[in-house]
C-alpha cells in the first residue's frame, strides 16, 4: 500500500516543483505541470519568443493559452486526502517505542492498557473483556508497560503478589513456603499503601523544602538587584566626580597656560622695547662713525677744528644691563610646579588608594598643602569617625553589646563560624575602612587592652595573628602601670601618664599613626610615621571591657 502510495504521488508530482501538482495544466506533447511553475518556466523564455515542455523539449509558438485540467486536479485532490487518512490511520499502530497490544495479529496496535493479573497489554478493542466480563473486571488494570515480565517469578513462574520485608524483595506465594518461610511477609499492595504514606511524607518535607530555597534564591536575586543598583550608583557617582576632577585639572591647565603667555608677553615685550632702543642706537652709531670718518679726510685743519667738538660728541649709552635673560627661570619654577603637582596625584591615584572616595571637596583638601595636626582635643574631635565592631569577626570569647561599639571578655559565645573571625587572639575589628585623616577614643577598664589599626588581610588564625605582631598591624598595648607599641613582632616600650581613655588620630595619606593620652591638652603617647599601603581597620584586643566612646 506505501509503494502504491508513492507511485500515485509520483504519479501526479510536478517534474519542475517535484509536489503534487497545484492547478494541473496539460500541454499539447501530454505532459503536465502546475500552472504557476510552467508559466514561470515561460517567463524566462520571453526574450527568444519560442517556449518549450521541460520534459521533451517541444516548442510552441506562440505561447500557449494555459487551462485548468479539472479532471487531473480531481485526481490529485482524492490523493491528497487519501494520504492524510493513511496518515491518521498509522496514528494508532505500534512504533517501535511504543507498547504493542499482545492480541493483535499482523500489524499491531498501540497498547491501551496493560494487566497485571493477565500480564498482557492490550488495545481498546481487545481490552473490552475486562470492562464487560465479571471474572475481568477485579483484574488491576494500569498503563501500558513494557516491563510486565518483571513480575513473573522468575523461579516459580508465578505472579509476585507478596513482599518480603526481610529480604525487601517481592515474591511469589509459593516462595513463603521455601526461600522465605517464616519472613515477614505481607501483600506487594500494604507494603505499597506504607510506602505511599512515607512517600506522602517525603514529598512534603521536599515541598517545604522547596519553598525554603525558593524564598532563599527570591532574598538572593533581591541582595543581586541590591547590589547592581548600589554599583551603578557607585559606577555613575564615580564618573561624576572623575569628570569634576577632569575638568577641575582642565581648567587649571588653561589658567596656567594663560599665566605663561602673559608672562610670555610681558617679558618679550619689555625684550623688543630695549632691542628697538639699542637698534636705534646702532643706527645713530653707524651715522655717527660715517661723519668723523668723512671729517678725519678733511685736509683743511682749521675745517677740521671748527666742526671736531659738534661731531664728535656722542649721546649716552642705552643702559643695557637687562638684556640678561632672567625671566626663563619663571617658566623653569612653573613646570616645576606643574611636575610636583602630577607626583602628587600619581600618589593619591595609585593602586594603593582602594578605598578613596574623593568629591569636588576632597579633591581640593588632597591638592592643596597638608594641614598641620591637630593639637588640642576640640581640634581631634573635627575629625572624628563614627566606628562600629565588626561581629563576624570578634573571637567566640568576646561579647558585642550597645550596638556594636562595645566589647567585652566574658564565657564562649554562640557566635556562627566565619572565614572573617579570629580564632586564636581575644580580638576585634571595625566594619568600617578607615582612609584620610580619622579620630576615635576608646575607654576601657580592667586588666589590658591593645589599641590597634590593621590591613583587613592581617592572618585570623596563628600566634602571627594578633595585633602587633605581624606587619599587617600596629597596636599599643595599655596597662595601669605602662604602655607598649608592637609592630612586626617588635614591642618598643612608652612612658607616659596613667590613662583610661587612648586616642587614636590617623592620617592615612601622610601615613601618620598617633596614640594619645585623652585630656584638654592630648598629650602624645606614640607617634608612627610611615606608608600605608591598604586602608585600615581600627582593632580591640582586651581582657577586659573595652568601649568605642
Not at 587649571?252 to 625684550?271: A, L, P, W
Not at 588608594?353 to 573635627?382: H, Q, Y
Request: charged fraction near 25%.
Amino acid at each position: 500500500m506505501a509503494q502504491n502510495d508513492q507511485l500515485d504521488r509520483e504519479t501526479f508530482s510536478c517534474v519542475i516543483c517535484l509536489d503534487l501538482m497545484k492547478d494541473p495544466v496539460g500541454l499539447s506533447c501530454g505532459h503536465n505541470y502546475c500552472m504557476s511553475c510552467i508559466k514561470s518556466h515561460w517567463d524566462g523564455e520571453d526574450q527568444r519568443r519560442i517556449y518549450s515542455c521541460p520534459q521533451c523539449r517541444q516548442t510552441f509558438t506562440p505561447r500557449p493559452v494555459l487551462k485548468k485540467n479539472t479532471m487531473l486536479a480531481a485526481l490529485v485532490e482524492q490523493l491528497k486526502k487519501a494520504g492524510l487518512q493513511a496518515a491518521a490511520a498509522d496514528h494508532f499502530y505500534a512504533g517501535p517505542e511504543d507498547v504493542a497490544c499482545d492480541v493483535c495479529t499482523g500489524r499491531k496496535l498501540k497498547a491501551f492498557k496493560s494487566c497485571l493479573q493477565c500480564l498482557i497489554s492490550y488495545c481498546e478493542n481487545h481490552l473490552q473483556p475486562h470492562y464487560t466480563v465479571g471474572q475481568f473486571k477485579k483484574h488491576k488494570l494500569v498503563e501500558p508497560s513494557k516491563k510486565l515480565q518483571e513480575n513473573i517469578c522468575s523461579r516459580h513462574d508465578k505472579v509476585m503478589e507478596i513482599f518480603c520485608r526481610t529480604d525487601k524483595k517481592s515474591i511469589c506465594y509459593l516462595c513463603t513456603m521455601e526461600d522465605h518461610k517464616g519472613h515477614d511477609t505481607v501483600s506487594a499492595a500494604a507494603e505499597r499503601t506504607e510506602r505511599q504514606r512515607e512517600l506522602e511524607v517525603s514529598r512534603l518535607n521536599i515541598q517545604q523544602r522547596i519553598q525554603h530555597r525558593e524564598k532563599d534564591v527570591k532574598l538572593l536575586q533581591q541582595e543581586v538587584e541590591a547590589v547592581s543598583r548600589f554599583a551603578d550608583k557607585a559606577v555613575e557617582d564615580s564618573e561624576k566626580i572623575f569628570t569634576q576632577l577632569i575638568c577641575l585639572l582642565q581648567k587649571r591647565s588653561t589658567d596656567v597656560k594663560q599665566q605663561i603667555r602673559s608672562q610670555q608677553e610681558t617679558e618679550v615685550s619689555g625684550v623688543k622695547e630695549l632691542q628697538e632702543k639699542l637698534q636705534q642706537e646702532i643706527t645713530e652709531l653707524k651715522r655717527k662713525d660715517a661723519e668723523l670718518k668723512q671729517l678725519s679726510h678733511t685736509e683743511d685743519h682749521n675745517q677740521f677744528l671748527h666742526n671736531y667738538p659738534s661731531v664728535s660728541q656722542l649721546r649716552a649709552p642705552t643702559d643695557s644691563s637687562s638684556i640678561n635673560i632672567s625671566p626663563l627661570r619663571y617658566f623653569e619654577d612653573v613646570t616645576a610646579a606643574v611636575s610636583e603637582l602630577r607626583d602628587k596625584l600619581q600618589d593619591i591615584l595609585r593602586d594603593k588608594w582602594t578605598n578613596i572616595s574623593l568629591t569636588e571637596t576632597e579633591v581640593d583638601v588632597l591638592l592643596s598643602e597638608p594641614e598641620p595636626e591637630p593639637k588640642t582635643r576640640a581640634e581631634f574631635l573635627k575629625y572624628s569617625r563614627e566606628i562600629t565592631l565588626n561581629p563576624n569577626t570578634a573571637h567566640t570569647q568576646l561579647l558585642l553589646s550597645d550596638g556594636n561599639k562595645k566589647v567585652e571578655y566574658t564565657s564562649q559565645q554562640s557566635y556562627s563560624s566565619h572565614t572573617d573571625r579570629f580564632t586564636n587572639h581575644w580580638q576585634v575589628l571595625s566594619r568600617q575602612s578607615l582612609t584620610g585623616r580619622c579620630y576615635w577614643e576608646v575607654e576601657w577598664s580592667r586588666r589590658g587592652i591593645y589599641v590597634a589599626v590593621a590591613y583587613k588581610n592581617i592572618s585570623r588564625a596563628g600566634s602571627e595573628s594578633g595585633f602587633g605582631f605581624n606587619d599587617k598591624s600596629w597596636s599599643l598595648y595599655c596597662s595601669t602601670n605602662s604602655y607598649v607599641f608592637c609592630f612586626n613582632n617588635i614591642r618598643t616600650p612608652v612612658s607616659g601618664p596613667d590613662s583610661s581613655r587612648v586616642g587614636v588620630y590617623l592620617d592615612h595619606r601622610a601615613g601618620i599613626l598617633s596614640f594619645y593620652r585623652v585630656s584638654e591638652t592630648m598629650t602624645l603617647l606614640h607617634r608612627v610615621q610611615t606608608t600605608f599601603t591598604q586602608p585600615l581597620y581600627a582593632g580591640l584586643n582586651v581582657g577586659g571591657t573595652a568601649e568605642l566612646c
